[in-house]
């Protein structure tokens, strides 16, 4: 099945890049435009009638004084033609109450404001309310996935090296997830490799590091997800469930 990747910048929610899911080796993406801070490499998909996003984003800031984790919930939805990109409008979306905005493309996204800048708590049960097609949907307990489970990223760096080769890791273990995307933003590349859903590391070699470019607010991204296809309100849903541990790095 052709597959394509979503980048989910938080401040943005629209970078694209394209890959193939179904190659457990490590794959790299294109080159993006630009810098992505906080983007996570979210999987879609080429068939079916629509898929629907929980993403969760625990980005990790280092000081003298320790280190702080800040989660962000978001979700995206998306119905019609996936192959094309020609969406359908479905009404009205929620996702655990919150409702998502329609963009002009006829996709759907909520961005966390400043009247609820940690956005959705994605935390426990993930439910689903859609218009059209007419479906609620609950995740997590026991019925769906819910959310992937992780460790935080390991290490306190704040710089990466381009020249040397670099592990991307996280303490402890990972649960709950059918892959791990490992990623790392610079000013001129985005590196990502995926790997099955219970790996904690990657190395990137020195060459690839070196292709990154040198910037202040890179970032590396370790993303535990899982899927389902379900059929709701009578249509073949993607219902996918995303953590991304995130830190803010300077790439030298």
Not at 1 to 28: H, Q, R
Not at 94 to 111: D, F, H, P, R, V
């Amino acid at each position: 099945m052709n597959k394509k990747l979503i980048l989910l910048a938080i401040s943005a929610m629209g970078t694209f890049a394209s890959c193939t899911k179904e190659d457990v080796t490590p794959t790299p993406t294109p080159t993006p435009t630009t810098p992505v801070s906080s983007g996570a490499a979210t999987p879609t998909y080429a068939t079916g009638d629509g898929a629907i996003v929980a993403l969760m984003t625990r980005t990790t800031t280092t000081t003298p004084f320790g280190s702080t984790d800040f989660d962000l919930g978001t979700g995206v939805a998306v119905f019609g033609n996936l192959s094309t990109g020609t969406y359908s409008d479905a009404g009205k979306i929620t996702l655990n109450g919150t409702e998502l905005a329609k963009q002009t493309n006829n996709s759907y996204l909520y961005t966390p404001g400043a009247t609820n800048p940690t956005g959705i708590d994605l935390s426990g049960n993930i439910t689903w309310v859609v218009t059209t097609p007419s479906f609620t949907y609950n995740a997590g307990g026991s019925v769906g996935r819910g959310m992937p489970i992780a460790d935080k990223m390991a290490g306190t760096y704040t710089s990466v090296s381009s020249s040397t080769d670099f592990t991307l890791a996280v303490d402890g273990s990972i649960s709950n997830a059918d892959s791990v995307y490992f990623q790392i933003n610079g000013s001129k590349k985005s590196l990502l490799k995926r790997m099955a859903g219970t790996v904690k590391s990657v190395t990137f070699t020195a060459a690839e590091m070196g292709t990154l470019g040198a910037v202040t607010g890179g970032s590396v991204t370790i993303c535990p997800w899982n899927h389902e296809l379900k059929t709701l309100g009578g249509k073949s849903i993607h219902v996918i469930n995303e953590l991304a541990l995130s830190r803010v790095v300077e790439i030298k």
